[in-house]
T-cell receptor
Framework: ETGVTQSPTHLIKTRGQQVTLRCSSQ?????VSWYQQALGQGPQFIFQ???????GRGNFPPRFSGLQFPNYSSELNVNALELDDSALYLC??????????????FGQGTRLTVV | AQTVTQSQPEMSVQEAETVTLSCTYD???????LFWYKQPPSRQMILVIR??????QNATENRFSVNFQKAAKSFSLKISDSQLGDAAMYFC?????????????FGKGTKLTVNP
């Protein structure tokens, strides 16, 4: 088991609401990446945070936003939830950028259901 | 665009037997990393094995090994002496560096069933 923890494990929200998902990175890791895994699909990259700054983003709209804190933990915020946002959201932490994602460790994910 | 293709949505194997999961990818890079991840029902992505493209020798981790064919852009995973605990979704992934960040590009996965 990795040292990456995510909360909550499950969440049900109504369309149009806002949600915040949390990730505590492994000790010593300063880079956090977020992925969305729809049912029956592989994970898709949302964005990456390094030392509290977003330094890369996938093909997701601006209503997906994030934060990284001085202790390197991170939040993923999604506004104006849509039914298609229902997915497993995975957080991965790694030591630093520069091929660091060869050592990425994943959390167990948050299962978000939008009704 | 970088893509990863897993052509086998499902595979099954008898316990103690060997199974091979297929993966092809598309890239114009000369040096890159490839990975196989296992995702059991617990949902956590667990790294099984990784391969750096410039290393010609195929990576091996205990019962897991890869057949890396760089020219063909093929990266298959062989599981020997399959165990019940190997049952899971297996994802092939490729590391992409873009704009100062790195991201993993995943295939759609192969569901492996291990029969007793």
């Amino acid at each position: 088991e990795t040292g990456v923890t995510q909360s909550p494990t499950h969440l049900i929200k109504t369309r149009g609401q806002q949600v915040t998902l949390r990730c505590s990175s492994q000790s010593g890791h300063n880079t956090v990446s977020w992925y969305q895994q729809a049912l029956g699909q592989g994970p898709q990259f949302i964005f990456q945070y390094y030392r509290e700054e977003e330094n890369g983003r996938g093909n997701f709209p601006p209503r997906f936003s994030g934060l990284q804190f001085p202790n390197y933990s991170s939040e993923l915020n999604v506004n104006a939830l849509e039914l298609d946002d229902s997915a497993l959201y995975l957080c991965a932490s790694s030591p630093n950028t520069g091929h660091s994602n060869t050592e990425a460790f994943f959390g167990q994910g948050t299962r978000l259901t939008v009704v | 665009a970088q893509t990863v293709t897993q052509s086998q949505p499902e595979m099954s194997v008898q316990e103690a037997e060997t199974v091979t999961l297929s993966c092809t990818y598309d890239t114009s890079e000369s040096d890159y990393y490839l990975f196989w991840y296992k995702q059991p029902p617990s949902r956590q992505m667990i790294l099984v094995i990784r391969q750096e493209a410039y290393k010609q020798q195929n990576a091996t981790e205990n019962r897991f090994s890869v057949n890396f064919q760089k020219a063909a852009k093929s990266f298959s995973l062989k599981i020997s002496d399959s165990q019940l605990g190997d049952a899971a979704m297996y994802f092939c992934a490729y590391l992409v560096e873009e704009g100062g960040s790195e991201k993993l590009v995943f295939g759609k996965g192969t569901k492996l069933t291990v029969n007793p």
